[in-house]
C-alpha cells in the first residue's frame, strides 16, 4: 500500500519575517537609548516607563529571532518535529515580561502619587514624539507578518502599546506645559501600565492555547467530520485530533472507517489522496495522519476523542 506526500518542516511563521523583525529590533533599541536619556534629564516617569516598555519588546523580538533560528533546525529521532516548538515558548517569555514591567511601572507610578517630581517637558516632549514616529514606522514594517506568526502578532501588539504610551507621554507633556500639573506625568505612566497587561493576557491566552494542543481558532471539529464523511467509500469517522505546533503549522489526524472494498492497495491510494486534498482545500492543514480502518476494526478500539 503505497502512498507519497511529504512531511515538511520547513521554515516557520516567524522565520519567513525575520527581516522584519531584525528591522524592528534595530528602531526599537535607539528609540529605547533616546528616551532613558530624556526621562534621566527630565526626569519624567511616564518617559521612562515607555523606555522600559520598549525595552520589553526589544528583548521579546530578540527571544523571537533566536526562536525562529532555533525553530529550523532539523527534526531527530528524539525530536520528531524539530525545535518548531521553540517560538511557542519564546511567545510565552515575551508575555511574562509584559506582565513584570507593567507591574513595576505601576508600582513605581504608587510610589510617586503625591510626590511628583517637577518634569522638563521640553525633552520629554521630544524624545515622545520620537518615539511615536518609531513606532509607526515599526507598525508599517511588521503589519504583512502579524498575522500568520504569534511572534510577529506579539512583536506588533507590543509597539501598538509602545505608541499609545508615546501618546499618553505627548499628552501628559502638553499638560505640565499648559497647566504646571505635574501628576500628569505620574497618571500617563499608570496609563502606560494598564495599556500593556490586556495585550500581555491576550498572547499569553493564545500561547496557553497551544502548549494545551486546543484546536486552531476557527477549526470546527464538526465541520472536518462532515467534510470527511462526505468523501466515497467512507462510513465513520472517529478520534480526530487537531492541534498546531507551531505558529502556522497545524496538524490533524483521525481514524477513518471505510467500507471493504476500499482497503486494496489502490483504494487506499486513491481515498488517501481524497482525505488529504480535502482537508487542505477546506481547512488549510496539510499535515494530516489518517488510519484506515475496517467497520470491524472498532471494537477492537477505546476511542479516545469523539
Known amino acids: 500500500m503505497g502512498h507519497n506526500h511529504s512531511h515538511t518542516h520547513g521554515v516557520t511563521a516567524t522565520g519567513r519575517h525575520r527581516n522584519r523583525l531584525v528591522a524592528v529590533l534595530a528602531i526599537t533599541l535607539a528609540v529605547v537609548l533616546v528616551q532613558v536619556v530624556g526621562a534621566a534629564l527630565s526626569g519624567s516617569l511616564s518617559l521612562l516607563a515607555d523606555a522600559g516598555h520598549m525595552l520589553s519588546d526589544a528583548a521579546g523580538v530578540t527571544i523571537a529571532l533566536l526562536a525562529a533560528w532555533i525553530a529550523g533546525q532539523p527534526a531527530s ?81 507590543e509597539v501598538l502599546g509602545d505608541l499609545l504610551g508615546s501618546f499618553a507621554v505627548i499628552a501628559a507633556a502638553v499638560v505640565i506645559m499648559a497647566t504646571g500639573f505635574q501628576a500628569a506625568d505620574t497618571i500617563a505612566s499608570v496609563l502606560i501600565a494598564v495599556l500593556i497587561l490586556p495585550r500581555a493576557w491576550t498572547l499569553l491566552r493564545d500561547v496557553v492555547d497551544v502548549l494545551l494542543e486546543a484546536s486552531p481558532k476557527g477549526v470546527e471539529v464538526q465541520m472536518i467530520r462532515e467534510h470527511i464523511l462526505s468523501v466515497e467509500g467512507v462510513s465513520d469517522v472517529h478520534d480526530i485530533h487537531i492541534w498546531t505546533i507551531t505558529s502556522g503549522v497545524p496538524v ?33 492543514t496539510d499535515h494530516c495522519t489518517f488510519q484506515l480502518e475496517p467497520a470491524t476494526h472498532s471494537e477492537h478500539e477505546a476511542h479516545q476523542h469523539a
Open 252 to 284: 490533524f489526524s483521525a481514524h477513518v472507517v471505510v467500507e471493504d472494498g476500499v482497503l486494496t492497495a489502490r483504494g487506499a491510494d486513491q481515498l488517501l489522496d481524497k482525505l488529504v486534498t480535502c482537508l487542505g482545500s477546506h481547512f488549510d
Open 77 to 157: 529521532d528524539q525530536r520528531t518535529y524539530g525545535y518548531q516548538r521553540a517560538e511557542v515558548l519564546a511567545a510565552l517569555a515575551n508575555a511574562l515580561i509584559l506582565i513584570v514591567i507593567s507591574v513595576v511601572i505601576f508600582t513605581e507610578a504608587i510610589r510617586r502619587i503625591g510626590a511628583a517630581p517637577e518634569v522638563q517637558t521640553d525633552i520629554m516632549l521630544f524624545a515622545a514624539i520620537l518615539g511615536a514616529a518609531a513606532n509607526l514606522v515599526s507598525l508599517l514594517i511588521l503589519r504583512g507578518g502579524h498575522q500568520e506568526s504569534l511572534n510577529v502578532r506579539g512583536a506588533y501588539l
